[in-house]
């Protein structure tokens, strides 16, 4: 892979969150993620809800690597599906994932961090919204936070610099098609 030698430099970081009942919310933060990639960027997914399949994004990040680092520490849908796993188990992890961001902000290793579906975390009560709170406040002013999942708290929209809802129009699903590899996951 080729190496990129530029890197811009983020003066002020966005809070951004991607929300709403439509398809298309992970896809807009992996969608920066490409843009981020090509400014020489290092951008960090953490992955809240996902864990327990297998993605296609997984696979996207080794080709991006160094620039681009998934983590999934969810496990799994959480009662829907398959799930079999106690709400303890779930809990912990969504409470371990949000420690794990908070020390990635941190870290200054990355300029781009991306909290995939902690807003779905929160919404099913998981997470309390007080910890996404710190989350956000440790979030250094030159780095992008970008939080997705549908029902994202009014406390974490207020908080937040940018916000865009995904608004179901039409979905495959409604005519029985399953999602697919390469578009839906």
């Given amino acids: 892979m080729e190496k990129i030698d530029k890197k811009i430099e983020i003066r002020h970081g966005l809070t951004v969150v991607y929300t709403g009942n439509g398809k298309g919310k992970t896809t807009a933060a992996l969608g920066t993620v490409i843009r981020a990639v090509g400014y020489g960027l290092r951008v960090f997914m953490l992955q809240f809800v996902k864990g327990s399949w297998h993605y296609g994004e997984l696979d996207g990040a080794k080709l991006l690597a160094p620039y681009f680092v998934i983590e999934p520490m969810g496990k799994g849908f959480y009662k829907i599906l398959d799930d079999k796993l ?100």
Wanted: aromatic fraction near 4%; charge should be negative; proline fraction near 5%.
């Fill in 86 to 185: 106690p709400e303890k188990e779930h809990r912990q992890a969504a409470l371990a994932a949000a420690d794990r961001a908070i020390a990635i902000l941190r870290s200054g290793e990355y300029d781009v961090v991306i909290l995939d579906e902690i807003n779905v975390a929160v919404m099913t009560g998981l997470l309390p919204v007080e910890k996404v709170f710190k989350i956000i406040e440790a979030r250094p002013e030159n780095v992008h936070l970008i939080l997705t999942g549908r029902g994202a708290p009014q406390e974490v929209i207020d908080r937040a610099d940018l916000v865009t809802e995904m608004r179901e129009i039409k979905h495959p699903y409604q005519k029985g098609k399953l999602a697919q590899k390469g578009i839906d996951f």
